[in-house]
């Protein structure tokens, strides 16, 4: 569900199983998108990253799909384990207009149970 | 990936007084951003911050309650000044970074409480 305030999206799974994460983006010039990871107390880490001109990009263990038509980007992680628990956020830029920033989304939280 | 710390890691600040976080890259970097991140939310871009220039700053963002410094390539300091709690936050710095410089890393980040 949408989030509010301090209410994140959570997604709970049970160790070992595949999980997915979904992210809407605002910008349909967007051409950059990135997934970060974000455990409590830390920075957001970079996990993977995907152009515009790509639907799919897979790495260690996670796959980002992007699907244009609709604005939307998913986040899989297979085999999910407890370390992977954290906070999800996608985000997009438009390189081509010559600004740096990146908006992000709202997060989802993701909970492994063991 | 660059290396980015950040102090404080944390900060407890009175109503009224001013912070000052500084933020260290491993390497020399041309774009350096802040960000606000409010408990339970997503990240906001403070300001962009360019060595040798003015920061750019985002829509409801303003130099005076904000100022930052960009000295050199790998160190820059923003300054949140006049506090009250409605500034309680989290505030990461990042860095543009990898082979396309389109990547942002982050640092840890500097938690703030105002009283």
């Known amino acids: 569900g949408e989030s509010v305030g301090l209410h994140l999206p959570t997604l709970s799974v049970q160790e070992g199983d595949n999980s997915i994460i979904n992210c809407a983006y605002s910008?349909?010039?967007?051409?950059?998108f990135i997934w970060y990871k974000q455990e409590s107390g830390k920075g957001p880490q970079f996990i993977i990253d995907?152009?515009?001109?790509?639907d799919k990009r897979q790495g260690q263990r996670v796959t980002v799909l992007l699907n244009k038509t609709v604005k939307h980007l998913s986040l899989q992680i297979a085999a999910t384990q407890p370390g992977d628990s954290a906070v999800y956020f996608c985000?997009?830029?438009?390189?081509?207009?010559?600004?740096?920033?990146?908006?992000f989304g709202k997060g989802t939280k993701l909970s492994v149970i063991p | 990936s660059a290396v980015i710390s950040q102090k404080p890691s944390r900060d407890i600040c009175q109503r009224g007084t001013s912070l000052t976080i500084q933020c260290q890259v491993d390497?020399?970097?041309?774009?350096m951003f802040w960000y606000r991140q409010q408990p339970g939310q997503s990240l906001t871009l403070i300001a962009t911050?360019?060595?040798?220039?003015?920061?750019?700053?985002e829509s409801g963002f303003v130099i005076d309650k904000f100022p930052i410094s960009r000295p050199n390539l790998t160190f820059s300091t923003l300054t949140v000044s006049n506090m009250s709690p409605e500034d309680s936050s989290i505030y990461l710095c990042?860095?543009?970074?990898?082979?396309?410089?389109?990547?942002?890393?982050f640092g840890p980040g500097t938690r703030l409480t105002v009283l």
């Open positions: 990042s860095v543009d970074s990898g082979p396309s410089y389109n990547e942002q890393f």
């Open positions: 910008n349909s010039a967007s051409d950059y």
């Open positions: 995907i152009r515009s001109n790509m």
């Open positions: 985000a997009e830029k438009e390189t081509g207009a010559g600004s740096y920033q990146l908006t």
């Open positions: 390497s020399q970097v041309t774009m």
């Open positions: 911050a360019n060595q040798g220039s003015e920061a750019t700053y």
